[in-house]
């Protein structure tokens, strides 16, 4: 215990590699050769991978109770006692301080080693593109704060890296400052993921008043700095099941989940994020940033569990947030807005797990997930490069054959995410939807069963249309680009072979009943209460028969979209004709974002402009209004002399009175530099009676004894 | 209340909540108003006034209960609420009802009676009270952002009139311009003390030398930041635009009840943290005072608009006040308070005549405009006299007797020359004071039509002139008032 082996001891080096790169580039980036930046920053990426992997490896070799380390890098925010809600005196502190634990461990695994990948990848992407250096010293700058957001033992230390990642993001998706689409969905990330960091912070707050602490944990901590943590105090039992203040909490970090990881209702800005480089939407918009929200509500789980009704909505929200985005998929023409609401749809499946208590369902979703939707991106990355820019699957087709180590790749995590057995997302999903099915007495959770299989259907369905209109049928690509066609370098296709292999045996590790992955994060996510009679305990026919139906249902939406796309051509079009209203409602996404602009977005618009007229009015007013009032002052001051030389002698000692007054108006011209400055120089004026005098008797006393 | 009705909602509250519950039932009724606002229609918005003053009436309750308080240090040593708090909350109680009472008629006649009016100026009340509880920098500088932000808005509150928002803008403007001075003190008082209690600077201070520089510049910054807070030269700049263009009412509460919390601010950090550096700033204390007397009055001669007049004489007061603190014995300290406490009613009864003044179409401001106000309304000249002779300081008015005990401070201490210009003073003061009153007793009244007084108005017109004479003929009672404020730790320790 005592020797905590050399990775373990030196956990806070893996966020500072990459930042030290990132702070490299963004500072001395533009003198650098392009070679310099790649490797800095690659090589930064990998040696945290490698440390982190150490520091799994080390965490690993101890007994399963002992798998909490915990290192305080320095005192952050030194303790604060106060009185909250909590009995006893109340510590608010904040320490910079590292977790690792099962859970942590599976995100930094999947952060260094998907992020890794996708650096390796962005050499060959982004190679022509200008800002080069800015788009690794942003990318660097991302890993480190998503690293400090796994990797953080507190809330606070966790919302520095999650606002670090929101800035990241908005960095990223604007990479491409020049064009005002991208600013703009940069901009409308920004402040849609803001509304959601008001319920997080909220959320923050409520629990330093009312859990007295918010470090997670003091497991793995000795001495001074052990006081309880956030989870060691909902495990003690001090609090009931059900409580209005846990579920409002509980609510609370969900509000700030459904920003960061685009749920209902705060989804909007995710498919416009894809204006950003396509390694940035498979690292921050896939693989990584938008599971931060999955990451926070596992980790406070021990809340989760008791606050029953905050479960259900968070499964609720889920389930319909996976069938609702997946409609939107279903239509789309864009070959990244596809991958967009899948990622959406697949996120969706991970609150719906969580939702129903089924922590490690939704982790090892999140995992294979980030396999297999970073390699869809990238592998429409390899597409998109391979047809100069274009997006529109409408102008591709038949490219099978023209670039064969993306199309099999891409054909490998199509088929991990439609669900094909023995491919990772099929043991995930599968696990998600028979533990929704067993999930509870209610009625509620077969209707959500039934939302997530025919999701899955639908989730096939979508992607095998995206499959078949990019690589299969005939060639729709413009003549120019046709012969520009060609296969990416292999700075691109290794990455795209390495997460196929990871996609295809990435899930075997939860292959059920083996559970290798569960009982490496069941300490992390053990009931609160004992639980009443664990939900299944055997293999059992329901089981393997919900297995063959979801394996049947995936199948089931192939087979449609081979038949709509391959088989019979003009199918899909007539189709849309004859639902016309239907499929004109999806394909502008439910009118989501023209109802948001006329609620929210125009309102706030017109407040803007109401007070851009106030300043108009006031402000520059003012200056025309200040030189009027002092023409006018002078002019009265005129003719005020006037009357005094005419009436001459009205009164002496009144006269004498008021020619005193006369410096005071003199002075007060009505503007307000004029006042500002005579406060400076009465400032100053005290200054030289305070100090002035000291140095004149000084340099007396000197004079004296010269 | 607010605890009574907690306590049966099952909420226990620290027992220092008591100790800012003042405050806290200022909070409640602002918000109350601002909600009950929308439910108003036009006619009925007096509500408003009448909600704000139940708020200061409970919330004078709750401060009635901690008059015998003998320093009570809570929340981390942030507040501490002794006599001097207890008074000088009092006084911003007394005169945020005595403006609430002139404002509704007064914004009726502006066509701006909003509910927000009354909220603002109970939040800038609270502020106030925390100015004059809070024992530590970061509590003090609050209270005076709120104050100063609520009042920033109230001078503005007339949107349609320029001079409104002129003078708002340039209270914005000059009052962020002196609190980041003064912010910037408050550091290096922080830097030097290694703590935010005031105590623990003032031992910090104590150890250093008296010549340090970094000590000297935390002083002046400070100094400056507070001095422009209660309009003292060369900090003054400000104030006659700032009161010619605030709704009245609002002019009648930032010349008094700001005022009075600045000098609250003032007193706790010169008479702690400053206080063992006091022959540092004793002179230049006493040259300030003597600069404020002499532009505040010679200021105040020309003047034709009645608030411009009244904002230089308001000048010249705070020249007096200092002159106390200059002596620093118990009578002069006494005789801040005494004279604070005279001047919230004097010095609003001079500007409830000006709002008497304002009828449809007619501003009213204008030194004219009380041309023959004695055959028009002639308990308006009368009183009007009252408030003039007061404010000049004439026996046997209340202005006087707080006059004499700043001279008697200044004598006791040796000041003859100080006292000697602070009693030449007088005569520019009666001059211009008495200019006022000669255009309301003696020249013809013109065509202007008869001012009518409301009954919310004639309270507070009764009730200052009712103090004034009272406490002019029978002083002791209010002079022990103010004197409790002596039995403050933080001037008990000075004075011992």
């Known amino acids: 215990m005592n020797e905590a082996g050399y990775f373990l001891e030196h956990i806070g080096w893996i966020p500072l590699f990459p930042l030290a790169s990132a702070a490299l580039m963004l500072l001395l980036g533009r003198r650098l050769p392009k070679a310099a930046v ?192 956030m989870i060691d105090v909902l495990r003690s039992g001090a609090f009931h099941s059900g409580e209005a203040v846990l579920t409002a909490m509980a609510i609370l970090f969900f509000i700030g989940a459904t920003g960061k990881s685009a749920q209902i209702p705060l989804y909007t800005w995710l498919p416009d994020a894809m204006e950003g480089p396509t390694p940035v939407s498979a690292l921050i918009h896939a693989a990584t940033m938008v599971t931060a929200g999955v990451y926070m509500v596992t980790r406070m789980n021990a809340l989760y569990q008791l606050a029953p009704e905050a479960m259900l909505t968070v499964a609720v929200i889920g389930g319909l947030t996976a069938f609702y985005a997946a409609t939107m998929g279903l239509v789309q023409n864009d070959i990244k807005r596809v991958l967009a609401y899948s990622t959406i749809s697949q996120l969706g499946y991970m609150f719906l797990a969580l939702g129903v208590g089924a922590f490690t369902a939704g982790i090892f979703h999140l995992m294979t997930h980030a396999f297999f939707k970073a390699l869809l991106f990238l592998g429409s990355g390899s597409v998109i490069h391979a047809l100069s820019g274009e997006q529109d699957m409408r102008r591709m087709g038949g490219l099978w054959s023209k670039i064969p180590t993306t199309a099999w790749t891409f054909m490998a995590a199509t088929l991990a995410i439609a669900g094909i057995p023995p491919l990772a997302g099929f043991f995930s999903k599968d696990e998600i939807l028979w533990r929704t099915f067993a999930g509870g007495e209610s009625g509620i959770y077969k209707v959500l069963y039934l939302v997530g299989l025919v999701t899955a259907g639908m989730t096939a369905f979508y992607m095998f249309r995206l499959v078949n209109l990019t690589f299969f049928g005939k060639s729709r690509v413009e003549h120019e680009v046709e012969h520009h066609i060609h296969e990416s370098p292999s700075s691109m296709t290794v990455p795209l072979m390495i997460l196929a292999f990871l996609s295809v045996v990435g899930g075997w590790i939860g292959l059920p009943h083996l559970s290798l992955f569960e009982r490496w994060l069941e300490p992390v996510v053990a009931p609160v209460q004992a639980a009443a009679g664990a939900a299944e305990a055997g293999w059992s026919m329901v089981e393997a028969g919900m297995m063959l139906i979801s394996v049947l249902v995936a199948l089931g939406g192939i087979w449609l979209a081979y038949n709509i796309y391959l088989e019979r051509e003009g199918l899909a079009d007539q189709l849309a004709a004859r639902w016309k209203g239907l499929y004109e409602l999806v394909f502008h996404k439910y009118y989501m974002d023209e109802v948001y602009d006329s609620l929210f977005v125009n309102r706030t618009k017109d407040l803007a402009t109401a007070l851009g007229d106030f300043d108009r009015g006031v402000v520059d007013g003012l200056g025309v209004d200040g ?43 009505g503007l307000v530099q004029s006042y500002a400055l005579v406060i400076l120089f009465g400032v100053l004026l005290l200054l030289v009676v305070y100090l002035g005098w000291p140095a004149v008797s000084y340099v007396r006393t000197l004079l004296h004894s010269a | 209340m607010v605890q009574d009705l907690l306590s049966r909602l099952g909420m226990q509250l620290p027992k220092e909540f008591a100790l800012i519950l003042p405050q806290v039932q200022l909070g409640i009724f602002a918000l109350g108003i601002l909600l009950t606002d929308f439910l108003l229609d036009r006619k009925s918005r007096w509500w408003n006034a009448v909600l704000a003053l139940a708020g200061v009436g409970f919330s004078g309750k709750a401060l009635w209960n901690l008059r015998n308080l003998e320093d009570v240090s809570a929340y981390h040593s942030s507040i501490v609420v002794d006599p001097f708090a207890v008074f ?42 925390f100015l004059a509880t809070g024992s530590d920098l970061i509590t003090l500088f609050l209270g005076l952002e709120t104050m100063a932000l609520s009042f920033y808005v109230l001078t503005g509150f007339l949107r349609h009139r320029k001079a409104s928002n002129e003078g708002a803008l340039k209270y914005v403007l000059l009052g962020a311009f002196s609190s980041g001075i003064l912010a910037y003190g408050f550091s290096l008082m922080y830097g030097i003390g290694g703590s935010t209690n005031l105590a623990r600077i003032a031992q910090a201070y104590a150890e250093r030398s008296p010549g340090d520089p970094l000590v000297l510049i935390s002083l002046v910054t400070v100094s400056a930041g507070v001095f422009f ?140 405009d009380l041309n023959g106000l004695i055959s028009r309304r002639p308990v308006a000249a009368i009183l009007l006299l009252i408030f003039m002779l007061s404010l000049a300081g004439i026996p046997p008015t209340a202005g006087f007797i707080g006059k004499y005990f700043i001279f008697l401070s200044l004598i006791e201490t040796g000041h003859y020359v100080l006292a000697v210009f602070a009693a030449l003073y007088i005569a520019p003061a009666l001059y211009y004071y008495f200019r006022v009153v000669v255009h309301a007793w003696m020249r013809e009244p013109g065509g202007a039509a008869r001012p009518t007084i409301s009954v919310a108005q004639g309270v507070a017109l009764a009730a200052c002139t009712l103090f004034i004479l009272v406490a002019g003929l029978l002083p002791d009672r209010f002079i022990n008032f103010a004197g409790t404020t002596l039995q403050s730790q933080f001037l008990q320790m000075i004075l011992r």
Request: proline share 3%.
């Open chain 1, 38 to 229: 790649s490797v800095a920053c690659v090589g930064s990426v990998f040696v945290s991978f490698v440390y982190a992997a150490g520091a799994v490896l080390q965490l690993g070799a101890r007994p399963a109770e002992e798998r909490v380390f915990q290192k305080i890098l320095f005192e952050w925010i030194p303790a604060i006692p106060y009185h909250g809600a909590a009995p006893g005196l109340s510590q608010f502190s904040a320490d910079w301080g590292m977790l690792l634990d099962p859970l942590s461990s599976v995100m930094i695994l999947v952060v260094t080693g998907v992020g890794f990948l996708i650096h390796v990848y962005s050499i060959g992407y982004m190679g022509h593109e200008g800002g080069y250096y800015r788009f690794f010293g942003y990318m660097n700058l991302f890993m480190f704060s998503m690293l400090t957001l796994v990797l953080g033992n507190n809330l606070l230390l966790l919302f520095v890296g999650w606002e670090g990642v929101g800035l990241c993001s908005y960095l990223l998706i604007g990479f491409f400052f020049l064009k005002k689409s991208a600013s703009d969905a940069g901009k409308k990330a920004f402040v849609v993921n803001r509304v959601g960091d008001a319920g997080f912070l909220l959320g923050i707050f409520l629990a330093s008043t009312v859990l007295g602490t918010i470090r997670f944990t003091d497991h793995g901590l000795e001495g001074a700095a052990k006081f309880s943590g």
């Open chain 1, 627 to 669: 030189s009027a009032t002092a023409t006018r002052l002078t002019s009265r001051l005129s003719m005020w002399w006037d009357r005094w030389i005419v009436d001459g002698l009205v009164n002496l000692s009144g006269a004498i009175v008021r020619f005193a007054s006369y410096p005071v108006r003199m002075v007060q011209t």
């Open chain 2, 88 to 129: 000088f909350g009092f006084l911003f109680l007394i005169s945020a009802a005595l403006v609430i009472l002139l404002s509704v008629r007064y914004l009726e006649i502006e066509d701006e009676h909003h509910g927000e009016f009354y909220a603002l100026l109970l939040l800038a009340t609270i502020g106030m009270m």
């Open chain 2, 229 to 368: 807070k209660i309009a003292a030269v060369p900090f003054h700049m400000w104030a006659p635009d700032v009161y010619e263009g605030a709704p009245t009412s609002i002019t009648a509460s930032i010349s008094v009840a700001s005022k009075a919390a600045s000098f609250a601010l003032l007193l706790r950090i010169f008479c702690t943290a400053f206080w063992p550096i006091r022959p540092n700033w004793e002179m230049v204390v006493a040259g300030v005072a003597v600069a404020s007397m002499t532009i505040g009055n010679f200021g105040a001669i020309t003047q034709s608009n009645l608030k411009r007049l009244l904002a230089y004489s308001s000048i010249g007061h705070v020249g007096y006040m200092l002159l106390g603190l200059v002596a620093g014995t118990p009578d002069g300290f006494k005789g801040i308070a005494f004279y604070l406490l005279v001047y919230v009613f004097m010095n609003t009864g001079a500007f409830a005549i000006v709002i008497l003044l304002r009828r449809e179409g007619v501003i009213g401001e204008d030194i004219e």
